[in-house]
């Protein structure tokens, strides 16, 4: 989703001057198509978040639009309270941009596995949160945002390759993405992850199990609207995050049956054990967490078998 999103940033900064991107000594081999054809526009602000977010914070009340680029962690934990008391309480446009989110840095080690991001900026009610599923998605999110006038969070994914089928870039902002219709399950995906989400509702068909699949991209604001109406006409939801099970989607998806007394039982499959030293490659610890494409499907199942064994009995 890099490329995409500095590909397109490239393109909009050709079109507006006030654009501006900020790096936390990152992004080599990803942000030269705008570094070169920007160079008075793109800074390297060292390994210095938190300064990298006050800087952003004096040039967007001067009037630019500065983009601040980290990895997860680094983008929106080390500098949080800057990012709280800056662009948040000052209503100014500065975007942080968080690459890598859940266990992409996997072979990095903990303190790169990016699982609470979406929690802590999720809280502000003052910021606009996005987290695309796919490069293309990213370009339609970059393209129908990056002028909002207030702080905007982007959790972006490496991965260039991968699309979720059925998405097709699609994107509004408070708005809910449907992808096909089931009857059985409803299977609720934020996020890169929701590609195995996808694959998941496939191998669900081959087993008599109909899902529909919606993706959530636009956290903040959140789509209520949109899931009150899905949630109603289904008895069993599952919601698919590379992140902590509290505070994600799973969280927005718990408060929405919640408050609106809706009478859906949700799985909430994401993150739930605190780091214990295990580290590798994605794949890898998605699988120890249950968010592989196989893992989904067995607790896809046993969620719906569980239900039908109660209504018959």
């Not at 972006?156 to 408070?174: A, E, H, S």
């Not at 929701?194 to 993706?215: D, F, N, Q």
Request: hydrophobic share 45%; aromatic share 6%; net charge negative.
């Amino acid at each position: 989703m890099r490329g995409a999103f500095v590909r397109t940033l490239a393109e909009l900064a050709a079109e507006d001057r006030r654009i501006m991107l900020l790096t936390g000594d990152l992004g080599f081999m990803a942000l030269e198509p705008f570094a070169e054809k920007f160079p008075d526009r793109f800074i390297n602000m060292g390994v210095a978040e938190q300064n990298m977010v006050g800087v952003a914070t004096g040039l967007a009340r001067e009037g630019f639009l500065p983009f601040v680029y980290s990895i997860v962690t680094f983008a929106s934990l080390r500098p949080y309270e800057f990012i709280r008391n800056g662009p948040i309480l000052h209503n100014l446009p500065v975007r942080i941009v968080g690459i890598g989110g859940g266990f992409e840095y996997g072979h990095a080690g903990l303190t790169h596995h990016g699982l609470e991001d979406v929690g802590v900026m999720r809280v502000q009610p003052g910021i606009a949160l996005i987290a695309p599923a796919d490069h293309e998605q990213t370009r339609s999110a970059l393209q129908a945002t990056w002028d909002l006038p207030g702080p905007v969070y982007y959790r972006l994914g490496k991965n260039d390759t991968i699309t979720v089928p059925g998405l097709d870039g699609r994107f509004d902002l408070g708005r809910v993405q449907v992808i096909n219709e089931g009857d059985d399950l409803l299977l609720i995906a934020m996020g890169a992850i929701a590609s195995e989400a996808a694959a998941a509702a496939r191998l669900l068909a081959t087993r008599g199990i109909a899902s529909t699949l919606a993706v959530v991209s636009s956290l903040n604001p959140a789509p209520v609207d949109d899931l009150v109406a899905l949630l109603a006409r289904f008895r069993l939801a599952m919601t698919v995050e590379e992140h902590y099970v509290v505070g994600g989607l799973g969280s927005l998806v718990a408060e929405t049956v919640a408050d609106h007394g809706l009478g859906c039982r949700v799985l909430r499959c994401g993150v739930r054990s605190a780091p214990n030293g295990v580290t590798g490659g994605q794949a890898y610890l998605q699988q120890v967490h249950g968010l592989s494409r196989g893992a989904l499907v067995d607790a896809a199942t046993a969620l719906v078998t569980k239900s039908m064994a109660v209504e018959a009995s």
